[in-house]
């Protein structure tokens, strides 16, 4: 199994740091926002950065790239649509990251919808979503379409269910929120809105959770779920017609939703 390392930037980013299978102190960074704390856990645990991957263009995922950069002539890897600093090789839908070196591979999926251009990364059990999904949530559709945003998730919905989801926001309790709004019979949801309010008491973090938990907790997911499509009917007051359109409505309830 891969060994992750979290770094906290900002009020609620994870920076990911994936340590290589055949020498665990060389890590590759994902979406570096800020270059400190990177930094400092480099320093702390005496790890060397052998490359950057980047999921999407926002300024808290790539703030810290240039500096990272800075005396360190390492492989940078990120979103063909989009222009991110630190010259990356541009990845699209199926292309694979190759740090053989390491002892790591990825295979890259497009996800669009939070951004236009967002790509995951998968491997190793993995899957480094940025903000597409979130464990009980969705990113925000900045430029995508419902339609895409639906697509994107249902793709990763479908990797095998035992892998590992590290997403960029310890945003779990809030979700829960509303995901319990929406589906206030969820069992396994309850059950895990009180598993995270344990860990955030201890200060935890949430992530990773894994696909078979988002496919059973996460609305956003369940779009094909009788339960689901009923709120959403009820919340927009019309009949929906499809699983894109009950994600369409979930979806901007949950951007007024406090
Ligand atoms: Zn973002």
């Not at 994936?18 to 590759?28: E, K, M, N, Q, T």
Request: include cysteine.
């Amino acid at each position: 199994m891969l060994q992750v390392t979290q770094v906290r930037a900002f009020t609620d980013n994870y920076i990911w740091l994936i340590h290589s299978p055949r020498d665990a102190r060389l890590v590759v960074v994902v979406d570096p926002g800020d270059a400190a704390p990177v930094e400092r856990m480099l320093a702390e645990r005496n790890l060397t950065l052998s490359g950057l991957l980047i999921t999407h263009h926002h300024a808290d995922h790539v703030g810290g790239v240039a500096d990272l950069l800075r005396q360190r002539p390492i492989p940078v890897f990120g979103p063909a649509g989009e222009a991110v600093p630190g010259n990356p090789t541009r990845l699209r839908e199926g292309d694979h990251v190759d740090l053989s070196a390491l002892g790591l591979e990825f295979t890259v999926l497009d996800v669009p919808g939070h951004t236009a251009g967002h790509i995951a990364y998968v491997g190793h059990g993995a899957v480094f979503c940025g903000d597409t999904l979130f464990s009980a949530g969705c990113g925000r559709l900045f430029e995508g379409t419902p339609e895409q945003m639906h697509a994107s998730l249902s793709k990763l919905a479908a990797l095998p269910a035992e892998t590992l989801v590290y997403c960029a926001h310890e945003y779990t309790l809030s979700n829960l929120k509303f995901g319990l709004a929406v589906d206030p019979d969820n069992d396994a949801a309850t059950r895990y809105q009180a598993h995270c309010h344990e860990l955030r008491e201890r200060d935890e973090a949430t992530i990773p959770s894994d696909i078979r938990r988002e496919r059973n907790v996460n609305p956003f997911l369940r779009c094909d779920d009788k339960t689901v499509k009923q709120a959403a009917e009820a919340h927009a007051g019309r009949k929906l017609h499809s699983h894109t359109e009950v994600f369409a409505v979930i979806r901007q309830w949950k951007d007024g939703f406090r």
